[in-house]
C-alpha cells in the first residue's frame, strides 16, 4: 500500500512543469552516511578522522592518519526498510601524507514502485497483471582533494568536491547535475574546528521525461500535466562545526556541535528566518581503549503542531555502538528512537578499513620467502 502511494507521490513530482531553487533539491545528499555520524546526529564534520570525510569535509582527508589505502562503505534501511542508501569510498594519500584524494559515491534508491498507469483494461476491468515494477534512484560521484597548510596556530587543512549526480524514476525521468564543495578543518589540541560550504555553485540538476502517447493520455485524462523538460536548483549551504576532544587513560570523550545554515529561505528548524535558517545538530562519543565507542546525538528539531492547534518542538534521537581492532572499524546506528508511532527505525552499518601497502608488500614478500 505504501508503495501505491509512492507512485502517485512520483506522479505529483513529472507534473512540476519547470523546477527552480527548490527548497529540498537533492535531499538524499543531506542523510550523512557513516554509522559513526549517523548515531551522532551527524555532528561530525569539525572531527571526522576517516574515509567519510570525502562527504562530511574533505578538507579533513589529509589528516588522516594514512600509510595507505583507506576504504569504507555502509548500508541503511531507511523508512522501515523502504528505501536503501549505500555508500562507498576510498581515501588515498599522496605528496608524503601532506596531499590526500578521496572518492565517494553514494545511492539512494526504492525498488520495486508499481506503475499502475496501466492497471485498467480498455473495457474498464481492473487487470493486476498490467502492473510492472520500477526503481527511483539517486546517485553521486564525488572526487576529492585535500591539502594541509602550515601555521603555528595548529593544523589547518583545506578542501573540496567536485561532485556528479544522476537521478532516475523509472524510465519516465532522468537528470544530470553538477556541483561543487569547499571545506576547511582547523586542528588545535583538544579542539576541532570546521566549515563546510556545499553546492557552492549552486548544484544544477537538468530534468528530461520520456512518456510514450498512451501514458500522456491517462496522465492527462486523470488532470496530470505531462511535463517536457525541467531545470532544478540547489542552493548553497553552510555548516560551522566545533568539537571537543581528549583521552584520559583508558577512557575518552569526544563532543561536538554543528550548525546547518541553509540559505533557499525559511525552513521548519530550530533558528528561522528569510533567507537564512539554521538547524543544529550535538552529538556525543564515548570510547574505552579506543576499542569499543558509545554514541549519541540529536539532530532534526522541527515544530509541530497537532490537531488541537497546540505546536511542540520535537527532534530526532540517535544511539549507536562501534568497535575498532587494528586497521578495520565497524559501526552500528540506530536512528529515530523513542518518536511517536508515525516514525520509524532506521538501522544503519558501516564498516572502515585501512590498508597499510607496507604492510601488505612486507606480508607478500614473506610468503613469497615461505614458498
Known amino acids: 500500500m505504501r508503495k501505491h502511494v509512492l507512485f502517485i507521490v512520483f506522479l505529483s513530482f513529472l507534473g512540476v512543469g519547470t523546477l527552480s531553487a527548490q527548497k529540498y533539491s537533492n535531499e538524499f545528499l543531506s542523510l550523512g552516511i557513516g554509522a559513526q555520524a549517523q548515531a551522532m546526529g551527524n555532528s561530525i564534520v569539525a572531527s571526522v578522522d576517516d574515509v567519510t570525510a570525502g562527504y562530511w569535509n574533505p578538507a579533513a582527508l589529509a589528516a588522516i592518519d594514512l600509510k595507505g589505502m583507506q576504504l569504507g562503505g555502509m548500508h541503511a534501511e531507511w523508512f522501515a526498510g523502504i528505501g536503501k542508501f549505500d555508500y562507498l569510498g576510498m581515501a588515498l594519500p599522496i605528496s608524503k601524507g601532506k596531499r590526500a584524494l578521496g572518492i565517494t559515491a553514494i545511492r539512494f534508491g526504492i525498488d520495486d514502485i508499481p506503475n499502475t498507469l496501466n492497471l485498467y483494461d480498455d473495457d474498464g476491468s481492473i487487470n493486476f497483471d498490467n502492473v510492472v515494477g520500477f526503481s527511483s534512484a539517486d546517485y553521486a560521484l564525488m572526487g576529492s582533494y585535500s591539502q594541509y597548510i602550515f601555521t603555528h596556530l595548529g593544523k589547518l587543512y583545506v578542501g573540496g568536491n567536485v561532485k556528479v549526480i544522476h537521478r532516475t524514476i523509472g524510465k519516465f525521468a532522468q537528470a544530470w547535475g553538477f556541483g561543487i564543495d569547499a571545506s576547511i578543518q582547523w586542528r588545535h589540541d583538544h579542539w576541532n574546528f570546521g566549515f563546510m560550504a556545499r553546492d557552492i555553485s549552486n548544484t544544477f540538476n537538468s530534468w528530461t521525461f520520456d512518456f510514450n502517447e498512451e501514458e500522456k493520455k491517462i496522465l492527462e485524462a486523470t488532470s496530470n500535466l505531462v511535463p517536457s523538460s525541467s531545470l532544478e536548483v540547489t542552493r548553497p549551504q553552510l555548516i560551522l562545526a566545533t568539537a571537543y576532544h581528549n583521552q584520559w587513560h583508558k577512557f575518552g570523550l569526544l563532543a561536538e556541535l554543528d550548525l546547518n545554515v541553509s540559505l533557499d529561505g525559511e525552513r ?52 549507536g555502538i562501534g568497535l575498532k581492532f587494528m586497521n578495520l572499524r565497524i559501526d552500528y546506528a540506530l536512528t529515530d528512537v523513542g518518536q511517536q508511532d508515525q516514525r520509524t527505525y532506521s538501522h544503519v552499518i558501516s564498516v572502515v578499513l585501512g590498508l597499510d601497502f607496507n604492510y601488505l608488500k612486507k606480508a607478500v614478500k614473506n610468503a613469497g620467502k615461505k614458498g
Not at 528548524?269 to 528569510?274: A, C, F, K, V
Not at 579506543?290 to 520535537?314: C, H, M, S, V
Open 268 to 319: 521548519n528548524t530550530l533558528i528561522r528566518s528569510n533567507p537564512y535558517s539554521i538547524d543544529p545538530t550535538i552529538g556525543l562519543e564515548l570510547n574505552y581503549g579506543e576499542f569499543i565507542f558509545l554514541r549519541a546525538g540529536l539532530n532534526q528539531w522541527q515544530q509541530t503542531e497537532n490537531i488541537d492547534g497546540q505546536k511542540t518542538w520535537t527532534n530526532q534521537p540517535n544511539l
